[in-house]
């Protein structure tokens, strides 16, 4: 069962942008929180940002402060990742994720995310 789809993914050179999109059921979309995850090659899935149901609570990593935006529209049951000044050192798979219940971990955390999407490939050259 597929209910989060990441599209947006693509080879683009650093200092360039791109906008990852993750269509959910409304199901899946009114979950406790959604998140990007990445994972390069090697190594182990991380959260780059995430974004709770309730009271607008926002979490982004150090490594893309001030230059990734989470989103959510409602209306669409879609989250997004507005990605800008891309760095090679972001290529990774990035996924989207949504934690349906409340396990106890905090929205920063892996283990908080039931519901997995497919992944999209984002490559930065140099």
């Known amino acids: 069962q597929v209910q989060l789809v990441e599209s947006g993914g693509g080879l683009v050179q650093a200092g360039g942008s791109l906008r990852l999109s993750c269509a959910a059921s409304?199901?899946?979309?009114?979950?406790?929180?959604l998140g990007w995850f990445r994972q390069a090659p090697g190594k182990e899935r991380e959260v780059v940002a995430a974004?709770?149901?309730?009271?607008?609570?926002?979490y982004y990593a150090d490594s893309v402060k001030g230059r990734f935006t989470i989103s959510r529209d409602n209306a669409k049951t879609t989250v997004y990742l507005q990605m800008n000044s891309l760095k090679p050192e972001d290529t990774a798979i990035y996924y989207c994720a949504a934690a349906t219940r409340n396990t106890g971990a905090t929205m920063t955390s892996r283990r908080l995310y039931d519901d997995w999407g497919q992944g999209t490939q984002v490559t930065v050259s140099s």
């Open positions: 974004v709770s149901w309730s009271g607008g609570s926002t």
């Open positions: 409304e199901r899946t979309f009114n979950s406790y929180a």
